[in-house]
């Protein structure tokens, strides 16, 4: 079982950047699917971002399209979600998970998850 620590988040002001990190540890990462999801207060968890196995294919919600970025290092064993021109309706807490090989977007297709880490944008 692979667990799944998330780091980066804080506190922002709106148009701002923040990159979050989701290092690996356990299982075999370069098999593995990586995907960001995230939950407002009071709201259900939804997908951002999700990047295949080997980097090669990358999917975005449309909320988020244009400003944020995905990326993965396998040779770290980490995920990464670049954020830019960030807006005070991104805030939420930002959880990674994996499954294995094929990126989804579904959150239900996702075995592992972080604990999350907190992005708040401030107006």
């Known amino acids: 079982q692979v667990q799944l620590v998330e780091s980066g988040g804080g506190l922002v002001q709106a148009g701002g950047s923040l990159r979050l990190s989701c290092a690996a540890s356990g299982g075999t990462f370069s098999n593995l699917a990586m995907g960001w999801f995230r939950q407002a207060p009071g709201k259900e968890r939804e997908f951002v971002a999700a990047i295949s196995w080997s980097g090669g294919s990358t999917y975005y919600a449309d909320s988020v399209k244009g400003r944020f970025t995905i990326s993965r290092d396998n040779a770290k064993k980490t995920v990464y979600l670049q954020m830019n021109s960030l807006k005070p309706e991104d805030t939420a807490v930002y959880y990674c998970?994996?499954?294995?090989?094929?990126?989804?977007?579904?959150?239900?297709?996702?075995?592992?998850w972080g604990q999350g880490t907190q992005v708040t944008v401030s107006s």
């Open positions: 998970a994996a499954r294995l090989f094929r990126a989804t977007m579904t959150i239900d297709e996702y075995g592992s």
